[in-house]
């Protein structure tokens, strides 16, 4: 499961201390809501499923994908089942091929969802031989599903956009510099893109 609400509170206070920038933004915008996801198959599938669509679009979809494969749509189910009924839910051809991607490794022991490797790195690199699952997709699972403290998707654009809000630099900073702000920040970094998210929706940064 992803950060508790403490755990936001303790990192986002320590982060605070550090650097001056983040603590007027936090007292102005406050703690951002914990945000957290079941870990294992079925949410990297909803991942999958979510791509480039609303929430709204991908619930419905993986609603119908649910109720052809049944609970959890397993991953033999979903090798199992043919094109035209995935496409009937709502799966376009890419997304099959992301999908069972998924499943195959998982039904071969490639990929143990549950036993992913400590190293954060590591654990990006095994999540991204998944078809369709790029460095981004590996992070979000991980911070929201596995609540890796120092994870950093420094490559999102509302994570720039926020930073650059919070530093008060105009326009929005590269990934690199995103990066490079972010340093000071270890090993509390998973909190700080929680927060980078609250503050982009916040009208008082």
């Known amino acids: ?61 993986y609603a119908r994908v649910e109720a052809l494969l049944g609970p959890g749509c397993p991953p033999d189910a979903l090798v199992a089942a043919n094109e035209q009924e995935l496409r009937t839910c709502g799966l376009s051809r890419q997304k099959q091929g992301y999908a069972r991607s998924l499943a195959e490794l998982t039904l071969s022991g490639e990929l143990e969802l549950d036993s992913l490797p400590e190293d954060d790195e590591e654990a990006i690199a095994l999540l991204t031989r998944i078809k369709g699952i790029g460095r981004w997709s590996a992070e979000i699972y991980l911070l ?29 900073p590269t990934e690199k510099l995103v990066r490079a702000i972010a340093e000071p920040w270890r090993p509390h970094r998973g909190a700080a893109a929680i927060f980078a998210w609250h503050a982009y929706q916040s009208e008082v940064i």
Do not use: N
Not at 26 to 33: D, H
């Open 1 to 61: 499961m992803g950060l508790t609400a403490e755990q936001l509170q303790a990192s986002l206070d320590a982060i605070a201390v550090r650097d001056s920038d983040m603590a007027r933004a936090l007292a102005a915008a406050g703690y951002p809501e914990p945000r957290i996801r079941e870990r294992g198959y079925a949410t990297m599938l909803r991942t999958i499923v979510g791509q480039q669509v609303s929430a709204k679009a991908a619930a419905a979809v």
């Open 144 to 172: 929201f599903a596995e609540g890796r403290l120092d994870i950093w998707p420094a490559g999102d654009l509302a994570v720039q956009i926020a930073v650059g809000k919070i530093k008060k630099i105009d326009g929005r």
